[in-house]
């Protein structure tokens, strides 16, 4: 048994893997999970080959929601340290060690970096918004109007709502059928929303809830042409709604004094 201050943390059983102990509840839960496995895997504790805990034992051990473990699988699987196999589970990649492509949401420190991840946003969620309009079911498009809404209650509590902006472009990707748009929003993850900028660029409240409110108003543009089915206005929009904010990011990089 070890202490900490304030907290009694126990041991994990003799049978049960380290990584399996609950989470923090202060870290992001995905971002933790994903740190775990790929720490697992990476020193060799979990061989290539080896089956992953089901995602039930998963949620038991770590005390968390499903859709936190199957987050968390997804940016495994886009990492390539982990597989997925229909009915059977999730395995250790045969080469698993290989470096991968991947973003250090720690290396985006400025605003610059972020330009760069925007930009790369811009070449995958405007065909993205196409697909969903045309592709998308009657559940998806209300989850994206859901989600909508949800980014609309969060900036009216003052939040900065940088988890309903996120959740609301992954349902977009979600509504164009094809599971790799959602694998690689989740692989990028929600810092490529970075509210953090804002926080220290923006001097008062009303202004940021200004700033937040007209980005609202780009994604309703963007979730009513996908409702009303068009597909080249749901494209127009996500272009012009990325465009500007590659622009609010430039000018927030201006008045920081940082290179954009």
């Known amino acids: 048994m070890t202490r900490r201050i304030g907290t009694l943390v126990r041991s994990p059983p ?7 102990r609950p989470l923090r509840p202060t870290r992001n839960l995905t971002e933790e999970i994903v740190e775990r496995i790929a720490g697992e895997i990476r020193s060799g504790r979990l061989a290539p080959g080896a089956k992953l805990p089901t995602e039930q034992k998963l949620m038991h051990a770590m005390r968390v929601s499903r859709t936190v473990v199957r987050e968390a699988v997804a940016a ?6 982990v597989t997925t196999r229909q009915g059977s589970g999730a395995f ?3 080469d698993a060690r290989r470096s991968a492509f991947r973003i250090d949401p720690d290396g985006l420190s400025s605003i610059s970096d972020v330009l760069n991840v925007m930009e790369l946003r811009v070449a995958v969620e ?16 209300a989850a994206i109007m859901q989600a909508l ?3 609309d209650a969060a900036i009216a509590g003052g939040d900065s709502a940088v988890k309903e902006d996120f959740a609301f472009h992954r349902a977009i990707a979600e509504g164009t059928l094809n599971p790799q748009f959602g694998e690689f929003l989740a692989f990028l993850g929600q810092h490529v929303i970075p509210r953090h900028s804002i ?30 089915r068009d597909g080249t206005e749901a494209r127009r929009a996500m272009r012009a709604h990325l465009a500007k904010s590659l622009e609010r990011y430039r000018q927030l ?7 954009a």
């Open 14 to 20: 003799p049978d049960k893997p380290a990584f399996l």
């Open 76 to 81: 495994l699987r886009a990492e390539g340290l």
């Open 92 to 94: 250790v990649a045969a």
């Open 126 to 141: 405007v065909e993205s918004a196409a697909l969903a309009a045309e592709r998308a079911k009657s559940w998806q498009i």
């Open 149 to 151: 809404a949800d980014v």
């Open 199 to 228: 926080r220290t660029t923006l001097a008062t409240p009303a202004e940021q809830h200004s700033y937040l409110a007209r980005i609202q108003k780009e994604h309703r543009r963007i979730a009513e042409a996908i409702r009303n």
């Open 253 to 259: 990089a201006e008045r920081a004094g940082e290179p």
